[in-house]
């Protein structure tokens, strides 16, 4: 009878992995994401302002494509609607972000609250600071980031 002779697995050979790994998978979602922010809901244009250019920021810093520009189509739509609540010296801003489908069908939900001392003694939207809304818009971004990475593979 022939002998086989005895093959030693390289543990390198062994562990490598066939398909991508989570990451890259995650990665190449996100890479391929293309995100239009509609139009907020509830909160003042000042408020309003500072949001949407850190939301762009922290976009880009994630590596998410926002759609606008003229032949981008977007694959994620993400609407946002706003409240505040004035409680003594503080302000909470309440969020919810809905994203959507480019057909409109909702796919995931992001909800939260930011507390902040008053800004200016206001109260309402003049009492948010632009500080508040950037930590908004990042906390966003990085949930959006997180949940596309999950959608991978």
Known sequence: TPTTPATTAHPSATAQPSAPSQPAKSAAVIARTRLQVAPIVGASVEAATPLTAELQTRAK???????????QTPTHVLKGYFSTMSEGKDTTVIYVWDI?????????RIN????????????GWAAVAPETMQAIADQTIDQFATWLGGQAG
């Not at 810093?61 to 032949?71: D, E, P, V, Y």
């Not at 959507?100 to 995931?108: E, M, T, V």
């Not at 939260?112 to 109260?123: C, D, L, R, T």
């Open 61 to 71: 810093q994630r590596g998410i494509t926002l759609a606008g520009s003229a032949g």
């Open 100 to 108: 959507y489908d480019p057909a409109g069908n909702r796919l995931h």
């Open 112 to 123: 939260g609250q930011q507390k902040a001392p008053s800004a200016n003694g206001g109260e």
